[in-house]
Nanobody, 125 residues
Framework: QVQPVESGGGLVQAGGSLRLSCQAS????????MGWFRQTPGKEREFVAG????????HYADSVKGRFTISRGHAKNTIYLQMNNLSPEDTATYYC??????????????????WGQGTQVTVSS
């Protein structure tokens, strides 16, 4: 497997929680950074959270700090995004990405080489 595969999206009420999962190639994701991005219609894709190859370093967009938590599984080829206190502004298609060259939790879209198909998150008011 090279292309990451996301799961866990759905419909949730404002204030609720969702947990996204992403499975990627062990050969790539266990050695390089992985992250989450999101995109809404009419807007560019934006960085949400990133995690280093070891799982010891993370980086978050200001809009999700204190609400979202990114983590890496023991095997290092799986990452999660725990989303708490969701609001309608969080509604988007969420994409998992894996870098082929960068080991740190980079927020730059260009540093990621492998992208999933996305999973829809809809937060109702």
């Amino acid at each position: 497997q090279v292309q990451p595969v996301e799961s866990g999206g759905g419909l949730v009420q404002a204030g609720g929680s969702l947990r996204l999962s992403c499975q990627a190639s062990q050969r790539t994701s266990s050695n390089y950074a992985m992250g989450w991005f999101r995109q809404t219609p009419g807007k560019e894709r934006e960085f949400v959270a990133g995690i280093s190859w070891s799982g010891g370093s993370t980086h978050y967009a200001d809009s999700v700090k204190g609400r979202f938590t990114i983590s890496r599984g023991h095997a290092k080829n799986t990452i999660y995004l725990q989303m708490n206190n969701l609001s309608p502004e969080d509604t988007a298609t969420y994409y998992c990405a894996a870098s082929g060259v960068y080991g740190g939790p980079t927020p730059r879209e260009a540093d990621y080489d492998f992208w999933g198909q996305g999973t829809q998150v809809t937060v109702s008011s």
